[in-house]
C-alpha cells in the first residue's frame, strides 16, 4: 500500500467545482486552502457586488466540505496570518504544518499559471496540478484543431464540438433542424412582449461580508444592496437557476438574445455565467438540463431557442478560452489600431445624456451585469470608436462585471469587441452607428441625441464616430471583404460632408464629458 503523504490542496476562488474528483478519493491525510486574498482584489478595482459574490461562494464550498469531513483552512480577507499573497501564505502554511506534498488545480488565468508554476520550482515538497474537470476542451485543442489552417472561424470549431459531443445531432453528421446555426433567428426587438418572467432572486443579507470587504481596506465601486444580495453563491442557488431558467426563460430566450430594453435588466437571459465561471455549475451539466428540457417540452420550445443558448457556451465560451491559452501572454498588450485615448469618465457614474450608455453603464453599476450586446454593441462600441486604448476598457471590463475572469474577458473585450487583436477572434471589429442600436432597442426613443441626425448638435453621437472610425482606418481595412460594403459607401460621400463627420467626431472624443 503507498504512503499518504500529508497533503495541501489550493482551491482557487473560480475553482468551486463540489464534482472534482479531489473530494471522491479516499485520502486521509488532505487540507483544502481557500484565501481570501488582496492579490486577487486589488490588480483592477471589482464591483462590490462581485468580490462579495466570490468571497461568499468561496465560504460556502469551504462550508460544505467542513461538513463532509473534509479538513480545510480558510483565511478570510481579514485574517491575521493572511499575508495577502498566495506564495507566501502557501509557504508559511507548508513549514507550519509540515505539509509532504502540494497539490493545486490547473489555474484559469496565466497570471495565476505562472505564479504557480514558480511557487512549486521552489518548493523542497513533491508538487502535483490536476485538471480543474470542468471544461468540454483542454487548454491546446483549438491550437490543434486550426493547426495548418489560415484562418480561425468558430464556427467550424462550433461544428466540430457539436459532432464531438454529440449535441443537437441527428447522426454523426447531420444537424438537428436541418441547420447549424439559427442565429438569424435570434435577433428580435423585445417590444414589451411577450411578458419577462422576474429573474431567480434570493435577497441574501451580505451586510456583514460587505462591511468586512471594507474595513479590510478593499477599495471598490458600484452599487450594493446588503440585505437583499442577487446572486447565487452555492451549488443549491446555481441549480436553482438553472432550474428557473428552463422552465420560465428559455422558451423565448433566442429571439430575443440580442434585444435591448430600458425597463428590462435582464430579459430571457439566463444569469448562469457566474455560475459556470466559478464552476459551481459545468458547462455540460448546463448543457444537458436545457436539452432535457428541450425534448420534454418540444411541442412549446422551438430549436432556435435552444441552439442560441448552446451556441454561446459550446461554441464561444470554450473558442475564447482556446484562443486565450493560445496566445498569451502577447494577447493582453496587443493593440493594432493603435488607440491610445482613456475612457471616458461616464463608465464609471452613468452619467451622460446618451441614453443606450446611460441605462447600459446603470445596469452595470446596480447590478455588476450587462448582457453581451450591451457589453459588445454600446460600451464596446463607444469605446472603440472613440479610440480607447484598450489596457483601459480590459481593466473597466474585467472589474464591473460579477462573471469576468482574465480568460473570459479579455478575449472578448479586446478581441470580439476592440479589434485591438487584429482580426483572430472576429474577421471585422463590431461596430454599429445609431442605426442598429434604434433596431434592437428602444433606448433611442427617449433620448437627448436624435439617432436620424448626422453631424448636428444634437445627432446621435454614435453616426458622426461610426464613419470617422471607418475613415480613420481605411488603410486597415482595404483588404477585408467583411468591410467591402461599408467601406465602399464611405467612397461616396461627399468631401464637405467627410469633413462635417471629422469635425464633429472630433469635438466627441476631446469632450465625452459635454455628451
Not at 365 to 393: C, F, S
Request: net charge negative; charged share 30%; glycine share 4%.
Amino acid at each position: 500500500m503507498a504512503e499518504v503523504k500529508k497533503t495541501l490542496r489550493l482551491i482557487l476562488g473560480d475553482q468551486l467545482n463540489h464534482q472534482h474528483s479531489w473530494f471522491k478519493d479516499d485520502l486521509e491525510d488532505v487540507t483544502y486552502l481557500f484565501m481570501e486574498l488582496r492579490q486577487e482584489t486589488d490588480y483592477v478595482k471589482h464591483h462590490i457586488q462581485k468580490v462579495v459574490g466570490f468571497f461568499r461562494s468561496m465560504r460556502n464550498f469551504a462550508s460544505y466540505l467542513e461538513e463532509r469531513d473534509h479538513r480545510v483552512i480558510y483565511y478570510k480577507i481579514d485574517h491575521e496570518d493572511n499575508t495577502q499573497n498566495l506564495e507566501k501564505n502557501i509557504k508559511v502554511l507548508i513549514d507550519k504544518h509540515d505539509f509532504e506534498s502540494f497539490q493545486y488545480q490547473l489555474p484559469d488565468e496565466y497570471r495565476l499559471d505562472e505564479q504557480l508554476k514558480d511557487l512549486c520550482e521552489n518548493l523542497e515538497i513533491e508538487t502535483n496540478n490536476f485538471d480543474t474537470e470542468h471544461f468540454f476542451t483542454t487548454r491546446s485543442d483549438l491550437e490543434r484543431f486550426y493547426e495548418g489552417k489560415k484562418q480561425m472561424t468558430m464556427e467550424y470549431f462550433y461544428r466540430d464540438m457539436r459532432k464531438k459531443n454529440d449535441i443537437l445531432m441527428v447522426n454523426a453528421k447531420d444537424p438537428e433542424g436541418g441547420k447549424w446555426n439559427f442565429d438569424k433567428s435570434n435577433r428580435q426587438k423585445w417590444k414589451g412582449k411577450p411578458e419577462i418572467p422576474h429573474e431567480r432572486g434570493f435577497r441574501k443579507d451580505v451586510s456583514h461580508l460587505v462591511e468586512e470587504i471594507k474595513n479590510a481596506g478593499v477599495e471598490t465601486f458600484g452599487f450594493i444592496e446588503g440585505d437583499n444580495y442577487n446572486w447565487p453563491t452555492s451549488r443549491e442557488d446555481s441549480l436553482s437557476v438553472l432550474n428557473y431558467f428552463c422552465k420560465n426563460l428559455l422558451i423565448h430566450f433566442g429571439d430575443y438574445q440580442d434585444a435591448l430594453h430600458t425597463d428590462e435588466a435582464y430579459l430571457f437571459h439566463s444569469r448562469l455565467s457566474f455560475c459556470m465561471n466559478t464552476k459551481m455549475l459545468s458547462p455540460k451539466e448546463v448543457i444537458d438540463s436545457v436539452l432535457d428540457y428541450y425534448y420534454d417540452h418540444k411541442d412549446e420550445i422551438d430549436i432556435s431557442q435552444v441552439e442560441g443558448f448552446i451556441r454561446q457556451i459550446l461554441g464561444w465560451r470554450e473558442y475564447m478560452r482556446g484562443i486565450y491559452w493560445k496566445e498569451m501572454p502577447g494577447y493582453r498588450r496587443s493593440n493594432k489600431l493603435r488607440n491610445q485615448n482613456k475612457l471616458a469618465g461616464f463608465y464609471w457614474d452613468a452619467n451622460t445624456k446618451m441614453n443606450c450608455l446611460h441605462h447600459s453603464i446603470k445596469n452595470s453599476l446596480e447590478n455588476a451585469y450587462a448582457h453581451h450586446i450591451q457589453r459588445l454593441m454600446i460600451t464596446g462600441n463607444y469605446a472603440l470608436l472613440t479610440e480607447t486604448h484598450p489596457d483601459e476598457v480590459d481593466q473597466w471590463y474585467l472589474g464591473i462585471y460579477i462573471d469576468a475572469i482574465e480568460w473570459v474577458e479579455i478575449t472578448n473585450t479586446r478581441g470580439m469587441s476592440q479589434f485591438a487583436d487584429g482580426g483572430i477572434v472576429a474577421t471585422k471589429p463590431y461596430v454599429s452607428s445609431g442605426s442598429y442600436i434604434n433596431k434592437m432597442s428602444n433606448y433611442c426613443k427617449d433620448c437627448h441625441y436624435k439617432v436620424s441626425k448626422k453631424t448636428e448638435d444634437d445627432a446621435c453621437p454614435f453616426n458622426s464616430l461610426y464613419w470617422n472610425f471607418l475613415d480613420s482606418n481605411r488603410e486597415h481595412f482595404a483588404g477585408n471583404q467583411r468591410m467591402n460594403m461599408m467601406m465602399s459607401l464611405l467612397e461616396k460621400k461627399p468631401p464637405e460632408e467627410m469633413q462635417k463627420i471629422r469635425n464633429r467626431a472630433a469635438e466627441i472624443i476631446s469632450n465625452p464629458e459635454r455628451f
